[in-house]
């Protein structure tokens, strides 16, 4: 791999990582764009103790634009986009309209291929290596930021999902603070720990080894539809040997990890069958957050880190709404047993 740091006209940063050493990236932006200002910011709920980003700028964001003027092709004659040279394998640079900024955190964009029409299920395993990379590169640099405690690497895909670029990519959050999910985890990992001293992850992962929810397995790799999913297919991707990060992954993992996911994404697109458009998916990968979790009873190692994979489609033409007692009360209904998901997505394994 090869990484190419640069800077766009109005001063963001970009940085290309090719799988060719000797990729050569030195194309301008030519652009005329105005320095970056945004409104983001942070408030904390009194109620309920989470937060919420305030960031009104993102109201003028690109909207659904045509192909022929997407902004995260490679620039093109006079048709000039954020990233300024001709092609790329895959590129991050910083989001132009950020839901975090300066002390609140920072925002990136990664696209995952130069191919419009592509989609991450496409992708090569060498192709999914490097974006593999580039999270876990990501993640360290991040990781170094004095407002950055927790990274957050994750893809939105399909409209439904309220994706504005149809272009492959995904975004990384850098929040200032654990996040709500997270601090949940983290508390129900510390009282596990406090009452039978031992890790909640661990104890979850051997029973769902044993029983008949699992999807997909290889050798350092494990992917399974949890017993208590949310959505209506759902499923939790696990490295066997528990890290609390991407950067703690070892080499045998990391070589594996392309083609048990693709594999994955492959059958979220045959669960409805081909009359049906793409499935439309959320893929969240969960890091430890850096620092001392003292205050949780535990260790960074004691943090399994894991992605979670899921579709808000919960049968051929149906959408699953977050409605009153999911919205209002966050306990979700879930119309697809877990144990019938799991079965459908072994059904739909590559030939």
Known sequence: MKKTSTRLADGRELIYYDLRDDGVREAPDLRPLDPISTTSEIREDPLLGDFVAIASHRQGRTYHPPADECPLCPSSGERLSEIPDSSYDVVVFENR??????????????????????????????????????????????????????????????????????????????????????????????????????????????????????????????????????????????????????????????????QLYLELLKRFDRIFGPAEPPTPYIAAWHQAPFGTLEEYGVNRDDFALHLELFTIRRTSGKLKFLAGSESGMSVFINDVPPETAAERLREVASS
């Open 97 to 258: 309209f950020p839901s975090l900024a300066g002390d609140s955190g920072r925002c990136e964009v990664v696209c995952f291929t130069s191919d419009h029409d592509a989609s991450f299920a496409d992708l090569t395993e060498a192709q999914a290596a490097l974006v593999l990379e580039a999270w876990t590169d990501r993640t360290a640099e991040l990781s170094h930021l004095d407002a950055v405690r927790q990274v957050f690497c994750f893809e939105n895909r399909g409209a439904e999902i309220g994706v504005t670029l149809g272009h492959p990519h995904g975004q990384i959050y850098a929040y200032p603070d654990t996040t709500p999910r997270t601090d949940l985890m983290l508390r129900s990992l510390g009282a596990h720990k406090a009452k039978t001293g031992r890790n909640l992850f661990d104890d979850v992962l051997a029973e769902e080894l044993a029983g008949d929810r699992v999807v997909l397995e290889g050798e350092h790799w494990v992917a399974f539809v949890p017993y208590a999913a949310h959505w209506p297919y759902e499923v939790h991707l696990h490295p066997k040997r528990r890290v609390p990060d991407l950067l703690a992954l070892d080499d045998a993992a990391r070589t594996e990890f392309p």
